[in-house]
């Protein structure tokens, strides 16, 4: 019987560290989920930070089918991801428009940069009608294959989904390229140590 105590004691820690893994984890005040499922594909929490421009904007959530550590990864996994982004303070939304541009611009080639420019007006239209974000409202990009693109603000899906491949890896460029906005917020995200 005392021989198994001690495999008992370690089965219940290896369950309880396991959950405490599984577990949603949160930053800056915002809960994130270990898991996401899009179209109807559970998706793992690949990594998670913060999103700092002098203060602390969002919490950025990456969620993918396997685990990824950089751009390439990210585009060829399998599968639907998605980014998430939910605001800890109050922003302006022309603002976060001009990032989101400026940030396609700093990491696609000039060459590419012109077949993409219906989208980043379609983009852009995003966020002429969203005026604000406050703590607590997301944005939320879905990859789906065979769909696109599907960008949803607020909780609410925003017009038809954007179908190029290429829109959405330009998307994902502004986190995860050459010249992210931000180096911790893509170490977070890819989980790199």
């Known amino acids: 019987m005392h021989f198994f105590k001690p495999l008992l004691t370690a089965a219940i820690a290896l369950v309880v560290s396991a959950a405490a893994l599984a577990a949603p984890i949160e930053l800056a005040g915002v809960k994130v989920e270990d898991t996401a499922t899009v179209s109807g594909t559970k998706l793992q929490l690949n990594g998670a930070g913060i999103r700092y421009k002098f203060v ?3 919490v950025g959530s990456l969620y993918t089918t396997k685990k990824v550590h ?7 996994a399998p599968g639907p991801k998605r980014l998430q982004m939910t605001f800890v303070r109050e ?6 428009g001009k990032l989101f541009t400026r940030g396609v611009e700093d990491n696609v080639a000039k060459a590419n940069l012109s077949k ?6 379609r983009m852009g239209e995003i966020f002429s009608a969203t005026k604000s974000f406050a703590p607590g409202d997301s944005i939320i990009l879905d990859w789906v294959p065979g ?4 960008i949803t603000v607020k909780g ?4 038809a989904p954007f179908t190029e491949p290429e ?3 330009a998307m994902m460029a502004i986190w995860f390229g050459p010249n992210p906005g931000d180096w911790k917020l893509k170490d977070a995200m890819l989980d790199v140590k």
């Open 167 to 169: 829109f959405f890896a």
């Open 56 to 58: 602390k904007v969002y």
């Open 70 to 76: 950089t751009l390439d990864e990210l585009l060829a």
């Open 147 to 150: 769909t696109g693109l599907i």
């Open 116 to 121: 993409l420019i219906p989208s980043i007006i």
């Open 91 to 96: 922003m302006e939304s022309s603002p976060l």
């Open 156 to 159: 609410k899906p925003w017009g």
